[in-house]
Each structure stands twice: as structure tokens, then as C-alpha cells.
T-cell receptor, first 113, second 112 residues
Framework: GAGVSQTPSNKVTEKGKYVELRCDPI?????LYWYRQSLGQGPEFLIY????????DSGLPNDRFFAVRPEGSVSTLKIQRTERGDSAVYLC???????????FGPGTRLLVL | QKEVEQDPGPLSVPEGAIVSLNCTYS??????FMWYRQYSRKGPELLMY????GNKEDGRFTAQVDKSSKYISLFIRDSQPSDSATYLC????????????FGTGTRLQVFP
């Protein structure tokens, strides 16, 4: 079956620009997570959705980062006024929400020049 | 100090060797412990999970958790070149609804 998909797979942008990263979770998964992975590091939690609402956004680094999941399925991570330090792989994961584990997508590699 | 500490390696072993990967942690609230495998330019893939202390075996993989020492391990028997990847430990306070806290990952290279 289809896994978690993320688009685009790669994104190059210039400092100060706005970017949107998309995540399509596994069908029927109610929980969705965003993580950020810098080179040589493990993934770091950003935000968790249960259905349409953000249940935990404590990992968002600042107010330039925002995420939505309006219909409880697809989610978009939005980054305003990008900075070079935002360059990383942004990972999305989903789960059924009934005790099953998180399944990760391949990630979007963001490079801010 | 990070909540989860993991030696980044790299670890290089010959095919057939037994590999031992380890993590330590500081937060006693962690109850669920996972090992993920990540190939280059791919997302993490769950290998093993354990709840609280104890051992769990799945094929060539064995996961151990010692909550008294705040120490977890993953053993790989009869290692294969296809096991070459980065291995990430992760933990959470609840199995599904809580965020995962990851170690930095250990890069493993198994040479023929």
C-alpha cells in the first residue's frame, strides 16, 4: 500500500522567501507529525496533529514556522522569511492513533541560499 | 545536555559480525523505546520497539532496555552489507500520541 508521501522531494530557495512543504499521510491515519533533521543529527520534533487540530506545537522554533491540516488528512508546513539555518530535511510521519507506531515519509530536502 | 545521547560512529564491521548499538537517556518519564534504520536519502524505518525494561528479539535483531541505568541497546547478529545504514534510537512517554525524541544516529558500515 501507499506510504507517507512528501512533496517536493527537494526545494531550493533564497533567503527571505516563503516556502510550503506538503505531506500526504497514509490513508486513515489520524495522527500526523512533522520533524526536522539537520545533517548528522536525529530528527527533531516540530508539531503533532490529531485530526485537524495541532495537539502539540512545542517544537516549532519560532513564529516563522506554521503548519495546517484543514481536513484532517494532508498537511502543509509553511516557513516565512526563510533563513539559511532553516536548511534541513523536513520529515513527516503518520500513525493510526490507536497505539501503532509512526511511519515516516522520505522527507523534503530544503536548501536556503 | 541532550535528553538522548548516541555515539555517532561511524562503526565499521566485517560481514557476519555482531553489532552493538547503544543509547543513554536522562528523562525517566520515557516508557517506550524504538530503533529506526535510515538509509541514505530515505525516511526512518521502524525496526524494533519495546515498552519499559526487558528484551525483545526479531530475527537477527535484539533490543534491550535497562530503565534502571537509562540505557538501551540494539544487537544485530550475522550482520550483512545491506545492514549498512544509520541507526537511530528514539523514545517517548507514550506509544503513539507523544512526540519521539531521537538520538543523533550511529552510522554503520558492514563490509563484505
Amino acid at each position: 500500500g501507499a506510504g507517507v508521501s512528501q512533496t517536493p522531494s527537494n526545494k531550493v530557495t533564497e533567503k527571505g522567501k516563503y516556502v510550503e512543504l506538503r505531506c500526504d499521510p497514509i490513508s486513515g491515519h489520524t495522527a500526523l507529525y512533522w520533524y526536522r533533521q539537520s545533517l548528522g543529527q536525529g530528527p527533531e520534533f516540530l508539531i503533532y496533529f490529531q485530526g485537524t487540530g495541532a495537539a502539540d506545537d512545542s517544537g516549532l522554533p519560532n513564529d516563522r514556522f506554521f503548519a495546517v491540516r484543514p481536513e484532517g488528512s494532508v498537511s502543509t508546513l509553511k516557513i516565512q522569511r526563510t533563513e539559511r539555518g532553516d536548511s534541513a530535511v523536513y520529515l513527516c510521519a503518520s500513525s493510526r492513533g490507536d497505539g501503532e507506531t509512526q511511519y515516516f515519509g522520505p522527507g523534503t530536502r530544503l536548501l536556503v541560499l | 545536555q541532550k535528553e538522548v545521547e548516541q555515539d555517532p560512529g561511524p562503526l565499521s564491521v566485517p560481514e557476519g559480525a555482531i553489532v552493538s548499538l547503544n543509547c543513554t537517556y536522562s528523562n525517566s518519564a520515557f516508557q517506550y523505546f524504538m530503533w529506526y534504520r535510515q538509509y541514505s536519502r530515505k525516511g526512518p524505518e521502524l525496526l524494533m520497539y519495546t515498552y519499559s525494561s526487558g528484551n525483545k528479539e526479531d530475527g537477527r535483531f535484539t533490543a534491550q532496555v535497562d530503565k534502571s541505568s537509562k540505557y538501551i541497546s540494539l544487537f544485530i547478529r550475522d550482520s550483512q552489507p545491506s545492514d549498512s545504514a544509520t541507526y537511530l534510537c528514539a523514545m517517548s512517554r507514550s506509544y503513539n500520541t507523544d512526540k519521539l525524541i531521537f538520538g543523533t544516529g550511529t552510522r554503520l558500515q558492514v563490509f563484505p
